[in-house]
Structure formats: C-alpha cells, structure tokens
C-alpha cells in the first residue's frame, strides 16, 4: 500500500486540472445568434448529401455499390456452359 503512495500528487494535480477546465468551460462558448444559427442550420440542409460520396479527383477505383441487404445469404446461380 506505501507503494502506490507515490501516486497521490499526481491524482491530485489530474482532479484538479479537470475541476479547473470544468469551471472555466461552464460559461461554454457564448450565445450564438438566434438568426446566424437558423441561416447555418439553412445552408447544412441545403447541401447536397450525395456530394459526400463522390471520389476524390485522381481516385483510381469506382466507387463501391450499394449493396441491398436482405439479410439473407445467397448463393450465386452457375453459369450454364
């Protein structure tokens, strides 16, 4: 147990630290206003979704197709010779 005594200052000093950035970040970022946050909110749904999706100019390999999922496996038919 005299072992971990050792231990003390540095969980004391890591408290605290957090009881400190806990104090200090409980006034948080300010308001944002009312009409800037409702013009922010506009243009995020405006976007268009896809964009993300589309690779990056240079990328070698298509891009990946949606695969429909069923939830069943299913075994590919043979081709008839």
């Given at each position: 147990?005299?072992?971990?005594?050792?231990?003390?200052?540095?969980?004391?000093v890591?408290?605290?630290?957090m009881?400190?950035?806990?104090?200090?970040?409980?006034?948080?970022?300010?308001?944002?206003?009312?009409?800037?946050?409702?013009?922010?909110?506009?243009?995020?749904?405006?976007?268009?979704?896809?964009?993300?999706r589309?690779?990056?100019?240079?990328?070698?390999?298509?891009?990946?197709?949606?695969?429909?999922?069923?939830?069943?496996?299913?075994?590919?038919?043979?081709?008839?010779?």
């Open positions: 147990m005299e072992i971990l005594l050792w231990l003390v200052p540095s969980v004391v890591a408290v605290l630290a009881a400190w950035v806990a104090w200090v970040g409980r006034e948080g970022r300010g308001e944002v206003d009312r009409d800037v946050a409702v013009r922010r909110l506009a243009d995020a749904l405006e976007r268009d979704p896809q964009r993300r589309k690779p990056a100019p240079g990328y070698a390999a298509p891009p990946p197709e949606d695969d429909r999922s069923t939830g069943i496996a299913v075994r590919p038919s043979r081709r008839a010779s």
